[in-house]
């Protein structure tokens, strides 16, 4: 598939992610949050989030045809390990109001003591990483028993998955780890990014999301540019072929399901970040269905696909789309028919159209690149799925 | 051993009516399932919306009425479900028709968040099955009496219909074999419109039953009930009838022994210090799926098919 | 061609699901409904109303906006620095959900609210906190009783009794009418109000002498729990959740002859409860609240007509005009906002944060003052009232006090 590697577009590329991220740490100093403007900074914030979920799942379904349905768990997973080791020491004992908190530990404050703010950027990172860490033990974990199993059956397994560690994380017994099932506050937020130069306070708190995002995806692209990405796609094409060719069908299951674990564990710890709570019963499996939808709006098997995907659903559903439910919308004032509810109608039947219609998604399997790229031939169109009578 | 009963029964009639819910939606799983191979994920929400139907049409219209008129609404449901939704993408990836079954539910979620404005809905009161009755000491509403009778006089029904008839012979034939029975003339559309005319139905039976005996619609109260009768399929089998009736018995079973374990064991141990166990009754149900498919990934009834698992 | 049957038949599907609700009158309010037109206004000042219009807490988040859509009719202007300023109620719905909270609470600060109303339910409260907190936007918290809304921080403030006072009052009602040796708490998981009130009612009842049990959202099936109350040997039966589920907790304990009173916090003040419990004589229910129907008669009249003024009101108000407590709480949300607003001089988020403190207004619900070190309404009475099973409606049995 891939041609020779050209160093030009790599390097445009590159150029234009950082064009990007400048444009977006402008914004965040000159939009202030009382600006009507400012939803674009929130929409930024949960799509970077919901951005890099969408990829990692891509990445399970997309590229390497496993279908899992236990997003939300790794993600609550990594929401929780982040919050649990970034809490204020100060505030711990009003956030487990109700239980005598075991982990006293707190990565940017215990680093701080000894390295100042630069201790409390490498906490974080710390944290972060270990939310991905853990997420991707219990990955490994429920990867050696459902693995085996194949398309819709590892799809219910994983759902069930999702729901036991959802139930476990809000059980009494383990409060003093969890905090049972109410909400970890008071963690390290996306607001408590700044950055002081001499006397201007810059502010980070959609950069960081952003930044966040941008790293860990591009991480996953140069996974799935290497040699286990095209393994992976060898599975997802035929996985008897790919054996017959010599590739070690579980060792690569589990890389790509440990691999995509550990990013929705970061995806979780991004959501705690951006919401400013974390709390189990946020982590439905409504939730893995939403992530789902981005994905195939965007296009299965394409990253840039997901990423606009994500983009276009948060921006469409929490900004966009607002006037479908308060009565405006476009100028037209139909407060009988634009109430409460409706916004998520009219999306539903768009994202079914989609489905139906537009199988391939906005992007099919192609990348953003691909389409700046002069071709011959064009992209062969979405086949039509009737050949039954 | 007489205290034993007394603590056990409440528990135990309680899970026999839900199991006896959940056993009328699982058909409607495992008949698809069986010939389509498709987890048709809206099939709760079907459920939900048929107790919307009940909800605004026992306000203007008498019950003899409404309630077969339900089942005649559910059914056109879910026949327009498969045309829409499922029949297009006959030939698409197993996987594409599975998140077309995933956007039909959201759908219909937020068309019921949209019409009742996100509120509760008081389900009305069917005469006589809400009424109370004393079973030996417990009392309970005639439901849940009831329940399991209808539930097991309408799945032998069914399995007559399906050993019994011509087009149960062809709904035989389309779940052994899609391809070739097509070749043998079996018109699969049809077969196929009437496993979903079966499926939604027995869904409308049980959202009648469900309601009267926990009387609350919320655009979410066919999730729930719908992944655990879908769990209840693969425990039985996916794909067998009986099956799917014997997994929805046990779940619902378990799953209120669960709610009450605390109390039941404090019962029998002195000076138990309770554990919460309560928390864990809805993920029993699914530790019990991943256990079935780990290690009998046929169910208990299913037949050995090498394309399943 | 198929491609348009199939079109076809969906928008049918569609049409068909939008038709069965036809007749349901709008849900959410107009925004600019009831703004006042005053005809020499300064121009218009937004207050932002934070509440549940859908999901669990819908019902009660309705009802509370009921009352401050009341208020607005009544003063729809406000005279700030000597010019009369345009009230304008703007509408967020937090759909009762942590994680949807903090962008409803940033769709109002981006309206450019000078203050915000709400919510009902704490939790939601809670989750959006550090939204207003960051864009400098004070909040008046109406219903919300968890200690943790206003702990804390300097930008909530809130005009109703907290939980540890209500927990401890009906811990003590308990204990004094019904001699309660034994109490069965019920709480939904997650959720910061019913964990709360449960978790200070034990604390005042003895832990040792309470069995304790939590449901996961999206329970229906309540039978277990009740049993579990039965078999506990249990004198009182006390389950602070929404009114959502305590419809069905009331229809499970009716069935099963529960057989002891049902104790419960000020959510369940709600015509939804007496309407569920109406007809079934073995249910004895006890609530604590905020007001008492007839406490104002002045009031109660001008709301009930204002109720019946408008189908739409009437519905959202659960179909009848009972008066709930937590629509007098709205109401009286709206004056403290406005005097905040007056004594501000100011539009300005930042002038009426600071003008906060110090406000005092004589409410329908009594005397509200804040605090110095929290902001919360300096509180000390609640009042009991008990379900007439008979007509469904509210008795009156006492004041109480800790």
Redesign the interface.
């Given at each position: 598939m891939q041609k020779k590697k050209n160093h030009g577009k790599t390097f445009a590329g590159l150029v234009a992610i950082v064009c990007f991220l400048a444009v977006v740490l402008v914004l965040d100093q000159i939009i202030q949050?009382?600006?009507?403007?400012?939803?674009l900074l929130?929409v930024l914030q949960?799509a970077s989030v919901y951005a890099l979920a969408a990829v990692s799942l891509n990445l399970l379904?997309g590229f390497t045809g496993l279908?899992s349905l236990g997003h939300a768990g790794f993600m609550l997973i990594g929401a929780y390990t982040y919050a649990i080791f970034t809490i204020e020491p100060l505030?711990r004992d009003?956030v487990y109001?109700?239980y005598d908190a075991a982990i006293r530990v707190s990565f940017p404050q215990m680093l701080a003591q000894h390295l100042g703010g630069l201790g409390t950027v490498l906490g974080v990172i710390l944290a972060i990483l270990l939310a991905g860490a853990v997420a991707a033990l219990l990955g490994w974990l429920i990867g050696l028993?459902?693995l085996?199993?194949?398309?819709?059956?590892l799809?219910?397994?994983t759902?069930?998955?999702a729901?036991?560690i959802?139930?476990?994380f809000?059980?009494?017994?383990l409060g003093p780890v969890t905090n049972?099932?109410?909400?970890l506050?008071s963690f390290v937020?996306i607001?408590s990014f700044k950055l002081t130069l001499g006397g201007t306070t810059l502010s980070l708190s959609t950069f960081v999301p952003v930044l966040l995002a941008v790293v860990c995806i591009a991480v996953i692209v140069l996974l799935i540019n290497s040699s286990y990405g095209r393994a992976f796609k060898a599975i997802r094409e035929n996985e008897i072929a790919a054996e017959a060719m010599g590739i070690n069908l579980a060792r690569h299951k589990m890389l790509a399901f440990c691999t995509s674990s550990f990013f929705a564990g970061v995806a979780g710890a991004g959501m705690a970040m951006v919401?400013?709570?974390a709390?189990?019963?946020?982590f439905?499996?409504?939730m893995t269905?939403e992530i789902?939808?981005m994905v195939?709006l965007g296009g299965?098997g394409s990253v840039t696909g997901s990423v606009i995907g994500a983009t276009l659903f948060i921006a469409a559903s929490?900004w966009w789309l607002?006037g479908l439910?308060?009565?405006t919308f476009l100028g037209i004032n139909a407060?009988?028919i634009f109430?409460?509810?409706?916004r998520?109608?009219v999306?539903?039947?768009v994202?079914?159209i989609v489905?139906?219609?537009f199988?391939r998604g906005i992007m099919g399997d192609k990348e953003l690149p691909d389409l700046f790229r002069r071709r011959k031939k064009t992209p062969s169109k979405a086949k039509g799925?009737?050949?039954?009578? | 051993m007489a205290k034993f009963f007394s603590v056990l029964l409440p528990y135990i009639l309680s899970g026999i009516s839900v199991g006896g819910q959940y056993a009328l939606i699982a058909i409607g799983y495992t008949m698809v399932y069986g010939i389509l191979r498709l987890i048709n994920f809206a099939h709760g929400d079907v459920f939900m919306v048929a107790g919307l139907f009940m909800v605004y049409m026992a306000g203007s219209m008498p019950l003899y009425i409404a309630a077969p008129l339900v089942i005649v609404l559910t059914v056109a449901l879910g026949f327009c479900i498969e045309k829409v939704a499922y029949k297009p993408l006959r030939t698409a990836p197993r996987m594409s028709v599975m998140i077309s079954a995933i956007g039909v539910s959201y759908l219909l979620q937020n068309l019921a968040l949209y019409i009742t404005g996100g509120l509760n809905k008081t389900y009305p009161d069917i005469p006589w099955i809400s009424d109370n009755v004393q079973v030996f000491g417990a009392t309970t509403k005639w439901v849940t009496i009831i329940t399991p009778f209808l539930t097991i006089a309408l799945v032998i029904a069914l399995v007559l219909l399906i050993n019994h008839t011509k087009v149960g012979m062809a709904m035989r034939a389309v779940a052994k074999d899609f391809e070739t029975s097509q070749l043998m003339g079996i018109k699969i559309n049809n077969v196929i419109s009437m496993t979903f005319v079966i499926g939604s139905a027995l869904a409308a039976v049980g959202s009648m039953l469900y309601f009267s005996n926990y009387p609350g619609v919320v655009p979410t109260s066919g999730a729930m009930p719908g992944l655990k009768a879908f769990v209840a399929a693969v425990f039985g089998g996916i794909g067998s009838i009986p099956g799917a009736v014997i997994g929805a018995f046990v779940i619902g079973i378990c799953e209120s022994l669960i709610k009450g374990l605390d109390t039941i064991i404090s019962a029998f141990v002195p000076g138990y210090a309770a554990l919460e166990l309560a928390t864990f009754s809805d993920a029993f149900t699914f530790a019990l799926l991943i256990i079935i498919l780990v290690f009998k990934p046929t169910g208990l009834f299913g037949e050995k098919a090498t394309d399943k698992v | 061609m198929k491609k348009m049957i199939a079109l076809l038949l969906a928008l049918v599907m569609v049409l068909g699901l939008a038709a069965c609700g036809g007749d349901e009158p709008a849900a959410s309010a107009d925004p600019n409904n009831n703004s006042g037109n005053n005809g020499d206004v300064a121009g218009t000042v937004k207050i932002g109303v934070f509440e549940p219009q859908s999901g669990d807490n819908g019902a009660g988040g309705k009802q509370e906006i009921l009352g401050m859509q009341y208020a607005n009719t009544l003063t729809p202007t406000v005279e700030i620095g000597g010019q009369t300023y345009a009230v304008e109620l703007t509408y967020a719905d937090n759909q009762s959900s942590n994680d949807k909270a903090p962008s409803a609470a940033q769709t109002l600060i981006s309206a450019g609210v000078s203050v915000v109303l709400g919510s009902y339910g704490s939790g939601v409260s809670i989750a959006a906190s550090d939204t207003f907190g960051d864009a400098g936007v004070p909040a008046i918290g109406v219903t919300c009783t968890n200690p943790q809304v206003t702990a804390g921080n300097s930008h909530y403030f809130r005009i109703c009794f907290l939980d540890p006072f209500q927990g401890t009052v009906l811990a003590n009602f308990a204990k004094d009418q019904f001699s309660a040796a034994k109490a069965y708490c019920l709480a939904k998981q997650g959720d910061d109000y019913s964990v709360g009130l449960c978790n200070y009612f034990m604390k005042a009842f003895g832990e040792a002498d309470c069995v304790y049990e939590t449901f996961p959202e999206g329970t229906s099936d309540y039978s277990s729990y009740v049993t579990n109350a039965k078999n506990q040997g249990c004198d009182v039966f006390f389950a602070p959740v929404s009114t959502e589920a305590a419809a069905l907790i009331i229809d499970q304990a009716a069935t099963q002859d529960l057989g002891m009173p049902m104790l419960a916090g000020d959510t369940w003040d709600s015509n939804v409860i007496t309407g569920a419990a109406q007809g079934k004589s073995n249910v004895d229910l006890y609530v604590t609240t905020f007001y008492q129907e007839g406490g104002n008669p002045e009031f109660d009249a001008g709301f009930k007509a204002f109720l019946n003024s408008d189908s739409t009101y009437l519905t959202n108000n659960g179909g009848n005009d009972m008066i709930a407590a937590v629509s007098v709480m709205g109401y009286d949300a709206y004056y403290v906002a406005l005097e905040a607003l007056k004594a501000a001089g100011s539009t300005d988020p930042a002038a009426v944060m600071a003008a906060l403190p110090g406000v005092t207004f004589d409410g329908v619900s009594g005397a509200i003052a804040f605090d110095a070190e929290n902001g919360d309404a300096v509180r000390d009475v609640a009042y009991v009232k008990h379900c007439v099973t008979e007509t469904g409606s509210w008795e009156f049995v006492a004041q109480q006090g800790v």
């Open positions: 949050p009382t600006d009507s403007m400012a939803m929130k949960k379904t279908f505030q009003v109001q109700y028993p459902v085996r199993l194949k398309s819709d059956y799809a219910i397994a759902l069930g998955f729901e036991v959802r139930a476990v809000q059980w009494g017994k049972g099932s109410n909400p506050k937020r607001n919401l400013g709570i709390q189990a019963n946020n439905k499996s409504a269905y789902l939808l195939v299965i929490e607002r439910d308060s009565g407060p009988d109430r409460n509810g409706f998520l109608v999306f539903s039947i994202i079914m489905v139906l219609f199988r799925g009737q050949s039954h009578g | - | -």
